[in-house]
C-alpha cells in the first residue's frame, strides 16, 4: 500500500504529531474549542467548512457537522458510504 501522507518541507517538523493519543488530544481539543476545519474527500478534491462535533476512538469514527452547501453534503455522504473501507 503506498504512503499517503503528505510531503511536508522539513521545517514543519516541529508543528508533526504521530502518536495516536497526540492526535487524540488535538481532536478533543477542536470539538472543546468549536473549531472550524475544512473535511477534503473523494479523487478530485472536493471539500468542505465543517466542525468536529463528537469522537468515538474506540470505533474510529467521528461526527462532523453539515456543510453550508447541501450538495455536498449529499457527496459527503455518498463518499462515507461507498468509501475503501467500506464492504
Given at each position: 500500500?503506498?504512503?499517503?501522507?503528505?510531503?511536508?518541507?522539513?521545517?514543519?517538523?516541529?508543528?508533526?504529531i504521530?502518536?495516536?493519543n497526540?492526535i487524540l488530544?488535538?481532536?478533543?481539543l477542536?470539538?472543546r474549542?468549536n473549531?472550524?476545519?475544512t473535511?477534503?474527500?473523494g479523487?478530485?478534491g472536493s471539500?468542505?467548512p465543517?466542525?468536529?462535533?463528537?469522537?468515538?476512538?474506540?470505533r474510529?469514527?467521528?461526527?462532523?457537522?453539515?456543510?453550508p452547501?447541501e450538495?455536498?453534503n449529499?457527496?459527503?455522504i455518498c463518499f462515507?458510504?461507498?468509501?475503501?473501507?467500506?464492504?
Open positions: 500500500m503506498a504512503d499517503s501522507r503528505p510531503d511536508l518541507p522539513d521545517n514543519n517538523r516541529k508543528y508533526r504521530s502518536s495516536k497526540d488530544s488535538v481532536l478533543r477542536m470539538i474549542n473549531s472550524q476545519s473535511c477534503y474527500f479523487d478530485a471539500f468542505s465543517t466542525a468536529l462535533l463528537n469522537l468515538d476512538s474506540q474510529g469514527e467521528m461526527v462532523l457537522d453539515y456543510g452547501d450538495e455536498i449529499q457527496q459527503v462515507r458510504n461507498s468509501g475503501p473501507d467500506r464492504k
